[in-house]
């Protein structure tokens, strides 16, 4: 768990993003952004370790069992993150309009190194998520599926 990838993608004297530090905010914080970047996405963020372990979710986020979602894992982002919204300028790594979608909590189920299941609890989402990872796609290590149990 680093920030220095989240670092080195990005300029903050040119982004209004927080630069952040690894932190730990005992709430298990729960988070997704709307991301109007080049392609519409949904940033899913959950506090592990002082930081907020990331996927980028190409659609809208299931709120019902039986819709399986595509997430990619992004880098770790700064839990000052969970707050952010706003207009990164073009230009600029992920240019584009950043919305809170959903926000709360969640508490952990399960982890190992290929499952992660929580019970979040948002206002949009709520109830147990499994994120499971596949190899779908060209890079393995990276995807992952995201779902209602
Ligand atoms: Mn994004």
């Not at 039986?66 to 952010?84: M, Q, S, V, W």
Request: charged share 35%.
């Amino acid at each position: 768990m680093s920030l220095k990838e989240y670092k080195e993608k990005r300029k903050f004297k040119k982004t209004p993003e927080p630069k952040g530090k690894k932190e730990i905010s005992k709430k298990n914080i729960y988070c997704i952004q709307k991301h109007s970047a080049s392609h519409l996405h949904y940033d899913l963020r959950l506090e592990f370790n002082g930081v907020l372990k990331s996927w980028a979710i190409p659609k809208l986020p299931p709120k019902q069992k039986g819709l399986k979602r595509l997430a990619i894992e992004t880098e770790d982002h700064p839990i000052e993150y969970a707050f952010f919204k706003g207009v990164i300028p073009e230009g600029n790594y992920g240019a584009g309009k950043v919305e809170i979608y959903d926000k709360g909590d969640f508490e952990l189920i399960e982890k190992n190194k290929d499952t992660i299941v929580v019970k979040i609890n948002g206002n949009k989402l709520n109830g147990e998520y499994c994120l499971v990872k596949t190899n779908y796609g060209n890079k393995p290590e990276k995807s992952w599926l995201f779902f209602r149990r």
